[in-house]
């Protein structure tokens, strides 16, 4: 939210304000009479990731380019703030100009009284991974479209500030309890009869093992326990209908291959000796010669199709200038 700091703000601005800062205020001093108790936290966090709802969550993967992108989701970030306690983190829009939008992400331990906050352009471009000139991003125009593109690019930019202001320990405290939570989710088995069964699923709705490959940006014997719950969530989200498969994997039906034929391609094949479509297997005589015109003709013998689209647009034989005779 965008406020002016002017004396020509309205009362209701300034009531606003003046709520905002004694919240703020009210917020710190809460954090400082009330300090976290650090084993309290990890025990609160370690129950969180022990769950099997934010563990097949936490981690996201895929591939930009040549490069494979992997790290913790915005859901782990803001669970592990939660539990961290005196957190305040979130993000909102400052300015929309045309194509752009002024976005702002912070997080701030209200205790320690430190803050990461960050301001960046969200271009009102469709996202993609690596837009290339085949498939470039679209631009936004709706206004749904663009406050949508706005706090997914806003979220992520707001994890990035939780994990810098949370300490390093805690976080990879976090990682390691959710990869062991997603390990026993495999009943004990090994994890390369965990990925077969992943690939036999999907491929029971349809999905090939190469779209998977694709989706997790490595090869099947490259899947780690975070890669196996991403596509756990996915398989999930397609069979209770909350995804479908052309979503998440981006597939695309074959374009029927189909052929043009004009008139004026056919005539022009039966003129030059070119093979049509329509008589691709037929081999025509050589121009001039009286196999040619006795084939062109309109009293061809056998009525064949090339003699008769010639009959029905040049009307008349070229070579004895004999009216056309109608075909029928």
Avoid at 101 to 123: G, H, I, K
Avoid at 223 to 246: F, R
Wanted: with cysteine; glycine share 8%; aromatic share 6%.
């Amino acid at each position: 939210m965008t406020m002016s700091l002017t004396g020509n703000a309205s009362q209701a601005t300034q009531i606003e304000q003046a709520r905002a800062v004694a919240e703020v205020l009210a917020a710190v001093r809460y954090a400082q009479e009330n300090p976290r108790d650090q084993d309290r936290a990890l025990d609160e966090f370690e129950r969180s990731c022990r769950r099997t709802e934010l563990a097949q969550r936490a981690f996201f993967g895929y591939r930009r380019g040549a490069a494979r992108v992997a790290g913790v989701t915005i859901e782990f970030a803001q669970e592990a703030a939660r539990c961290w306690q005196n957190m305040s983190s979130g993000s909102s829009e400052l300015a929309r100009r045309f194509r752009e939008s002024e976005m702002v992400a912070f997080a701030w331990d209200l205790e320690m009284n430190t803050q990461r906050r960050t301001t960046f352009v969200s271009p009102h471009t469709g996202y993609t991974d690596t837009p290339t000139e085949e498939k470039p991003a679209r631009e936004l125009v709706a206004v749904r479209d663009i406050r949508e593109n706005n706090q997914s690019a806003a979220s992520r930019v707001e994890r990035e500030m939780i994990l810098a202001v949370l300490p390093t320990w805690y976080v990879a405290k976090g990682k390691a309890w959710c990869t062991a939570t997603l390990a026993n989710e495999g009943g004990g088995k090994p994890i390369e009869d965990r990925r077969r069964e992943i690939i036999k699923s999907f491929e029971g709705i349809g999905v090939r093992r190469e779209a998977l490959i694709g989706k997790i940006g490595a090869p099947v014997d490259q899947w780690i326990e975070p890669d196996l719950a991403t596509l756990i969530v996915i398989g999930q989200a397609i069979k209770s209908g909350e995804s479908t498969v052309h979503s998440e994997f981006r597939t695309q039906a074959p374009e029927p291959t189909t052929t043009s034929v004009t008139a004026a391609s056919i005539t022009s094949g039966a003129r030059t000796g070119t093979a049509s479509p329509a008589a691709a297997d037929e081999k025509l005589p050589d121009p001039g010669t009286k196999a040619w015109h006795d084939d062109q003709h309109p009293t061809r013998a056998d009525g064949g199709a090339i003699s008769r689209v010639v009959q029905l647009l040049n009307g008349d034989c070229g070579i004895c200038e004999q009216p056309a005779e109608d075909p029928s």
